[in-house]
T-cell receptor
Framework: EPEVTQTPSHQVTQMGQEVILRCVPISNHLYFYWYRQILGQKVEFLVSFYNNEISEKSEIFDDQFSVERPDGSNFTLKIRSTKLEDSAMYFC?????????????FGNGTRLTVT | AQRVTQPEKLLSVFKGAPVELKCNYSYSGSPELFWYVQYSRQRLQLLLRHISRESIKGFTADLNKGETSFHLKKPFAQEEDSAMCYCALKGNTDKLIFGTGTRLQVFP
């Protein structure tokens, strides 16, 4: 069964550095998402992406965050200048259709640690 | 405001016992409700969605609009049911609103 893959599994970075989290969604999926989970807290929506543009973003997704689908297969999340509070597990997800009609497939996550 | 509440952080039962994981939601419109699970060392995956009205791995969940609940139930728990279980809500946009999760532990 095809899976959403995320790399790296763990990223350690210093405060103020830029990080790029990478995701390869399932190939025939059209809807892409990033969620994050700070340790001990709930999974939170960051952004949804469809037809090469952001369709929705949360208050967390400020100017320090950006997403891109540079080559039709990868889907990246960039944090321009990381803060300590960005430390979290970041999950990429993709869906063939809008959520509710078909399952959303999640990746294994990237654990980001900002020191 | 859209909110999902899972009051139990941990639910421990013995194999063969019934389980009920509670989920309450707050949403002014007609929501879609889901249960996602994360087994040990595995990714988050969909277990149930209310529109399907199906039973998966013996689990069922009924949307009760009067009580704004979507509790997950199984009459006889199995050890392999042990997982982190998240209730989630989708409103009129694409995003999922997750609860804080309940860890289900099924002892042999």
């Amino acid at each position: 069964e095809p899976e959403v893959t995320q790399t790296p599994s763990h990223q350690v970075t210093q405060m103020g550095q830029e990080v790029i989290l990478r995701c390869v969604p399932i190939s025939n999926h059209l809807y892409f998402y990033w969620y994050r989970q700070i340790l001990g807290q709930k999974v939170e929506f960051l952004v949804s992406f469809y037809n090469n543009e952001i369709s929705e973003k949360s208050e967390i997704f400020d100017d320090q965050f950006s997403v891109e689908r540079p080559d039709g297969s990868n889907f990246t999340l960039k944090i321009r200048s990381t803060k300590l509070e960005d430390s979290a597990m970041y999950f990429c997800a993709s869906g063939r259709d809008r959520q509710g009609n078909v399952p959303l497939h999640f990746g294994n996550g990237t654990r980001l640690t900002v020191t | 405001a859209q909110r999902v509440t899972q009051p139990e952080k941990l639910l421990s039962v013995f194999k063969g016992a019934p389980v009920e994981l509670k989920c309450n939601y707050s949403y002014s419109g007609s929501p879609e409700l889901f249960w996602y699970v994360q087994y040990s060392r595995q990714r988050l995956q969909l277990l149930l969605r209310h529109i399907s009205r199906e039973s998966i791995k013996g689990f069922t969940a009924d949307l009760n609009k009067g009580e704004t609940s979507f509790h997950l139930k199984k009459p006889f728990a199995q050890e392999e049911d042990s997982a982190m279980c998240y209730c989630a809500l989708k409103g009129n946009t694409d995003k999922l609103i997750f609860g804080t999760g309940t860890r289900l532990q099924v002892f042999p």
